[in-house]
Every structure is written in C-alpha cells, then in structure tokens.
C-alpha cells in the first residue's frame, strides 16, 4: 500500500489532540507521560519513518519532519521521544543494520513492541566522542561492551539502544576507531538509572537516563555496517537527529505563535486588548519571523535529505543534506528559544509560571540548543563549510 501523507497528518493531529490533556497534567505533576506510548500505537505513528517492508508506514522525509513539527506544537518531551525512538533509534538500523538486525527490530519497533533510544554521550564525552571510554571485545560470534552512557533520551524505558565504542585496549591509540552496535537491554549486566523529573531544568514528562554496561553481550548481527566505522554511523544518524530536532522547535514556534495571539487578544490593559499595543505587536511578529525562516529552514533540508536517501551513492547530496540539518537545527533552535521568551514576555506574570504552555516551551526548549550538536559545534560545521575542510578548528 503506497503511503498516504494526509492520513499521517490525520493520525498525527487525533494523536495530538489526545495527548495534550495528559502531558499537561504530567507536567503539573511532574513525572513521566506514560500514555504517550499507548496513544502513539494507538494511532500507528511509532513507525511513521520506518519502511513498509518491515511493517513501518514509509514516510517520505518531508511528511515525517512535517509531523515532528506537529508533535513538536505539544512540546519538546513528546516530540523527544519520537526522536530517539525513530530519528536516532530505527535510523541507523534501517541504513546500516544487517538484514537480520533489521527483522529483528524494525516491526518491533513499528508496532510499539520494542522501544528504541541512542547512545553516544558519556560522562565525559559530549561534543567529542573521541573521548569515549566505552570499549567492546569480540568474543566468537558475540561482542562484549562495558562503559557508561549519559543523558540518554528514552534510556530508561528503551528495549534496545544504538551504543558505540571502540576495541577493548585500544584507548590511547591515536588512530583508535569505533564501531556502532544495537544492544539489549533485557539482559544481565545492563543497569540504568532514571533521572529524577526535578533534576532536570525543564522537560519532567520525558525519560532521561545515563546506564552502565557491565559485560554486556551483544550478538555479531547487532553490528551496525563494519567493525571500526561507528563514527559514520553517529555523524549520518545525527543528521537525521538533527533535523528532527529542528522540526520540533518549529512546532514549538507554531504554539507560542497560537498562544501569544490568543492571549493578546483577550488580555486588556490601559483600556484596550495588549494586541492593539505596538510593543508587543513587535513580539508577535518576531515570532511570525521566527516561525517562517525556521518553517522555509526545515522544509528545504527535509528536502535535501529525501533527495539524499533516493541517491545514498551521491556525496555530494549527502554533504548538502548534512549542512542544511545542521543550520535548520542551529537555527530553529535558536528561534524557538526566542519565541518561547517573547512568548513569556507577551503572557506577563502568567507567562512565568509552569502552569502555562510558554513558561514549559521556555524551559524545555533550551536543551535543543545542546543536544544533537551544540550551538558552538554546529558554528564550527557551518563555518568550516563556507570556509572549506581545511578551515576546520578540530579534525
């Protein structure tokens, strides 16, 4: 069955629709929204990028980032989920697994069987996974992972993980490469750890986690493309990832556009509507010019990237899709932030509370300018490309 990109958005915008209430209670609460599961099966969206072939619905990139966009409206902790569980979870198994991997996860992940989550960030490696302490040793037909992961979106309710390391004693060797691996977490040896919703500065209704891996076994199947080439599996996933994230900060902008016109209309103050008021007529169209260039941003590298998957031999393509990510993603990031404030700003003393939608984008959206590539290193990517690969500051 081809796939049919108005019945996504109708499926979309019902699942939407549903989940609002509840994340808004969650959130009150501050604790984990565990409908969002449940709803996102019950309307099939949990494989919205996978494959048909392997039970997923087949979005074409355009409709997909088009419905984080949506999702994003609800807030960056349900958009997030969906960015680990299929931008950087089904990701890189449908690109790089073995046809054996793919059956094994792929449907389980479309039918909210098996969810997915990725590993990269450690305690002490961000930016640089070249730091990394995670290290694995082949062992027969299975490979043996020990190390800790940090600040893993969906960590602590995932079935399985996107983890990479590099060969056990290889540490200090200049030249070390890592490898990529789908690991399972039903297994001895894997213990993870929840961070309290209060521990975070925004985003209480998401899972955050960091787990420890502890002789973790792994079978030779779950290698994703060949021994030492994980960081081309990072850095491709990541423009999926990147660009996911910048679709939900376009959802964010959307929804603190409908809010700030919605308030400003009703809100009087000096004997008018605050609308009528020039001041924070400049924050409503600011955020109008956030929303537009982060809309044109995103729809132009959604595009890039579907043009990329048809022609994945094409490196050409694949570099212009990496970079437009990485500016779609600096930049919607950024205006989101700024939206959710001038938001804030236009609800006055009811913007700076919780119990109001731009005090939560204010405070959730902040992390999408850290996560998925910083402000600072997407800087570097966006000036090495206009300077040329010699320019790069770190190689």
């Not at 996974?129 to 290290?135: C, F, G, K, L, V």
């Amino acid at each position: 069955m081809p796939f049919d990109a108005a019945k996504l958005a109708a499926d979309v915008e019902a699942f939407c629709q549903e989940v609002r209430p509840v994340e808004e209670l969650c959130y009150a609460e501050r604790k984990f929204n565990e409908q969002v599961v449940p709803l996102a099966k019950k309307y099939n969206l949990l494989g919205m990028s996978i494959p048909a072939e392997y039970g997923g619905r087949g979005a074409d990139n355009v409709s997909y980032f088009k419905a984080l966009a949506r999702i994003g409206r609800e807030g960056t902790p349900v958009r997030t989920f969906f960015s680990g569980h299929l931008s950087i979870g089904a990701y890189p198994i449908q690109t790089w697994g073995s046809d054996a991997g793919k059956k094994k996860y792929l449907p389980a992940a479309a039918r909210g069987e098996k969810i997915l989550a990725f590993g990269l960030t450690e305690p002490e490696a961000g930016s640089n996974p070249r730091e990394m302490s995670t290290t694995y040793e082949k062992k027969g037909n299975q490979y043996i992972l020990n190390g800790v992961k940090y600040l893993i979106s969906n960590g602590g309710v995932a079935d399985a993980i996107i983890v990479f390391g590099y060969p056990a004693g290889s540490l200090d060797d200049p030249k070390k490469r890592m490898s990529a691996f789908v690991l399972d977490t039903k297994q001895p040896g894997f213990e993870v750890e929840s961070f309290a919703p209060n521990a975070k500065m925004g985003m209480p209704t998401s899972n955050t986690a960091m787990f420890q891996l502890n002789e973790c076994i792994v079978p030779a199947e779950n290698l994703l493309a060949t021994e030492g080439d994980g960081f081309r599996v990072a850095m491709g996933t990541l423009v999926s990832g990147r660009l996911s994230v910048a679709a939900g900060c376009l959802g964010v902008i959307e929804d603190c556009l409908a809010e700030v016109i919605e308030y400003s209309k009703m809100r009087k103050q000096h004997g008018k509507e605050i609308a009528r008021h020039q001041l924070v007529q400049e924050h409503i169209a600011m955020i109008e010019m956030d929303r537009v260039a982060s809309e044109s941003m995103v729809l132009r590298a959604a595009d890039a990237k579907e043009k990329s998957a048809n022609s994945p031999n094409d490196k050409e393509l694949a570099r212009e899709a990496d970079l437009l990510s990485a500016q779609a993603k600096f930049f919607a990031a950024n205006a989101a932030w700024d939206a959710a404030d001038r938001a804030v700003q236009v609800w006055g003393g009811k913007g700076w509370s919780p119990l109001y939608r731009p005090a939560r984008h204010l405070m959730d959206v902040r992390v999408c300018r850290i996560y998925e590539g910083t402000d600072e290193i997407l800087k570097l990517k966006i000036a090495s490309a206009v300077l040329g690969k010699e320019w790069e500051a770190f190689k």
